[in-house]
């Protein structure tokens, strides 16, 4: 089990400057608090037995909602109407490089 770690003042501080913040003391230890029982809470987890459980790799069975893809021939010329610049019967775009 790993060993659980204090959030102390000076986390909140370093978190506060990483996030570029200012925070007061009384904030600072508002945030100790607060952030050392969501830790608390999380380290629940730990306590679950998932030892005999199988292997989930989605908890939700999604299923492909889409169609499947129907190719089908489209006028060229139809095409051609569209896009704003061409030469001949192809289309220009900007060169990518």
């Known amino acids: ?9 000076k986390d909140i501080k370093h978190l506060a ?5 200012e925070l007061s003391k009384k904030e600072v230890e508002a945030f100790r608090s607060q952030l050392s029982k969501i830790l608390e809470y999380f380290s ?5 037995d998932v030892e005999n459980l199988p292997p989930t790799f989605h908890v939700v069975k999604h299923y492909n909602v889409l169609r499947e893809d129907e190719p089908r021939q489209f006028p ?3 095409v051609l109407q569209n896009p704003p610049k ?4 192809f289309i220009k775009a900007a060169r990518i490089v």
């Open 44 to 48: 629940k987890i730990d306590e679950a």
């Open 17 to 21: 400057w990483l996030a570029k913040l």
């Open 86 to 89: 061409k030469k001949g019967r």
């Open 76 to 78: 060229s010329d139809l």
């Open 1 to 9: 089990m790993p060993q659980k770690r204090k959030i102390t003042a």
